[in-house]
Every structure is written in structure tokens, then in C-alpha cells.
């Protein structure tokens, strides 16, 4: 009575019993948990080992990794009818707003795992996928050897790791963003990598600090979203491309997970294709297409690519960027 009265205190937390929810759907490193759960690394450290000392959660190492997993005694041991109730009730589960958000975070971890070729492969369930020196990285950066030298606004450009990569191949790069710190931590990147070409500025997406026609491409990678207004934004992208200048968006499709706003700071839910194509269309811009960049099963989240040609003519570039702020109330800094 003593051992089950220990047991049942230890699933009375709420964190623990997300822990092994989401180790039923695959086994976890501490880094990816904590990203999933949203806890201190510490926390999720004390917990796994809670749980491993209770006998429901096993340790595997594969690869110089630590992975948990749940354990055999919980799935067909001596624990086997707790977790028949267990799993019972987090499928009965299955609709709740924090479990969606866990299961979103999780479909991500495991998007990025699966695009990590510096350890991929080393699952030998599937071995079809261990190709020696195979690179996300390394293909973006040979195809951004065949372009010519061209200017490039990172519209949004965060903690500056697009940015960076776009510096291995582009003259120049202006980066911009509204927080200062993170700004900070950008530059501190570039340093690190021992890249110069780039240029930082603090700014709106909606009122950016670059003069007109100033750029060859202008991005907006995973930062529309985050715009208070986003048809405003590529209004402003499509102001500073040159004539015949570029507009490209990555950006998520139209979703319902509704946690990311608190969580991340999303102002917009993603965008469904004809509403992203109406706005590059109404910005200016010609040729405008939309498709889809990267989508995965069972993942709420759908990433789509925009692009445009900036039209020769900059008239109706400039009216939209006017009418868009006639009724603006935003104001910020304007290093134009």
C-alpha cells in the first residue's frame, strides 16, 4: 500500500503525466522535451528521474545521445494496468488546447530531428536514410553560389541565423528587426561566424527603416505572422525591392493552435494561399505564386513560400504603401 500510495502521489503532477503522454508517441532527449513541455531544463531533468525511479520511464543511449522512453514494465510489466487506464484517459484527452499545443511542439522537434542530417542516420530502424554527408545546409549554400551578387533585406530576421546564411552568398544584407536584444544576439552570431556584410537596423515590418528600391530580394521568413499588419508588411517589402526585385515569404498556412499566440507572440494564425497571394498581388507585385514548402502528417502546422516580381513601374507600389497608411496610427522610427 505503501509502494502504491508513493506511485499514485507521483502521477498527481500534471508535468509528469505530460511526460509520459508524449514518450508514448516517441522516445525524447532532455532538450527536445524541454522544448515541447515548455519547463526549465532542470525541472524536466527532476521529473524523468522521478519517473525512471519509479520504473515508468527507461533511458536508451544511441549516437552519444540520451534518449527516455517509456519503460517495458510500464507497457507489459507490472505496470501494465495503470497504463491501461493511463492511455485510456490521454486519448480521452486527445481534444484539450494544452494537449494539442504539446503534440504541435512535438510534430516540430521531430520535423527538425528528421532535417538534422548531422545525426540522422543514426536511427538504424531506417536505414535508407544514413547518405554520408548529406546537408540541408550544404545544399542551400551550393545553390546560393549560383546566384549573382545581389543585395538582401531578412525582414524579421530575429536571432539571425537566416541571415547569416544569406551573407555567405549575397554582397550585402540588411537585417532588420523591432527588439533590440535580440538584435544584439544576432550581431553577436555574426561575429562568431566572422561575418561583416550584413547591416542591422531597428525597425517595423510595417514601416521599414530602407529607403525605396534599395534591395534585389526582400524576405520575410517566418515573420508575417508576427506583423500587426501583414498586407502593410509586404506592402513595405515590395517598396523596397528594385524594379524587377524580388519578394519572398515563408510563412505558415492558415492553423488553429491557438497556445502560439501566448507562447510565441503570433498576432495571425497563418494565412490560407489565395489570401497570401491577394496581398503580394495588391502590393505590387506580378507573377505572385504560392505553394506549399514543407508539410509533414499528423503536423498542425503547413509552411508555404509566397514570391513576386517588383513591377517596373513603382506607381502603384507607392499608392498602395500610402493608402495602406492613411488611417495608420503606427509610428516608428523612420531611417529612410
Request: net charge positive.
Amino acid at each position: 500500500m505503501k509502494a502504491a500510495s508513493g506511485l499514485y502521489r507521483l502521477l498527481g503532477d500534471e508535468a509528469r503525466l505530460r511526460l509520459l503522454r508524449v514518450l508514448r508517441r516517441e522516445r525524447l532527449n532532455v532538450t527536445e522535451l524541454t522544448g515541447i513541455l515548455g519547463l526549465a531544463q532542470s525541472g524536466v531533468s527532476r521529473h524523468l528521474g522521478l519517473l525512471k525511479e519509479a520504473g515508468l520511464v527507461a533511458e536508451e543511449k544511441d549516437a552519444g545521445f540520451t534518449y527516455y522512453c517509456l519503460s517495458p514494465a510500464l507497457q507489459d510489466g507490472a505496470h501494465q494496468p495503470l497504463w491501461t487506464v493511463l492511455a485510456a484517459q490521454f486519448d480521452g484527452a486527445a481534444g484539450d488546447a494544452a494537449v494539442r499545443a504539446d503534440e504541435a511542439r512535438l510534430q516540430e522537434v521531430l520535423r527538425l530531428r528528421k532535417e538534422n542530417f548531422d545525426t540522422h542516420g543514426a536511427d538504424t530502424r531506417d536505414a535508407r536514410q544514413l547518405v554520408p554527408g548529406r546537408s540541408w545546409a550544404a545544399w542551400s549554400r551550393a545553390l546560393g553560389m549560383l546566384l549573382p551578387p545581389m543585395t538582401v533585406a531578412d525582414l524579421g530576421c530575429g536571432e539571425g541565423y537566416l541571415t547569416v546564411e544569406a551573407a555567405r552568398w549575397a554582397a550585402r544584407v540588411v537585417a532588420v528587426d523591432r527588439s533590440d536584444v535580440v538584435l544584439e544576439r544576432a550581431r553577436a552570431l555574426a561575429r562568431r561566424r566572422r561575418v561583416s556584410n550584413v547591416v542591422w537596423k531597428r525597425g517595423e515590418l510595417e514601416n521599414l527603416p530602407i529607403r525605396d528600391a534599395a534591395v534585389d530580394v526582400a524576405l520575410l521568413s517566418q515573420a508575417l505572422h508576427h506583423a500587426t499588419s501583414p498586407a502593410r508588411a509586404i506592402a513595405e517589402a515590395a517598396r523596397i525591392a528594385v524594379p524587377g526585385g524580388r519578394v519572398l515569404v515563408l510563412d505558415l498556412r492558415e492553423h488553429q493552435e491557438d497556445w502560439v499566440r501566448a507562447k510565441l507572440g503570433d498576432r495571425t494564425l497563418g494565412f490560407k494561399d489565395e489570401e497570401l497571394k491577394r496581398m503580394m498581388i495588391d502590393a505590387g507585385l506580378r507573377d505572385a505564386k504560392v505553394s506549399v514548402g514543407a508539410r509533414k502528417a499528423g503536423d498542425p502546422f503547413t509552411v508555404l513560400i509566397a514570391s513576386g516580381t517588383k513591377r517596373a513601374s513603382t506607381a502603384k507600389t507607392r499608392k498602395t504603401v500610402t493608402n495602406l497608411r492613411k488611417h495608420d496610427t503606427f509610428r516608428g522610427p523612420d531611417e529612410r
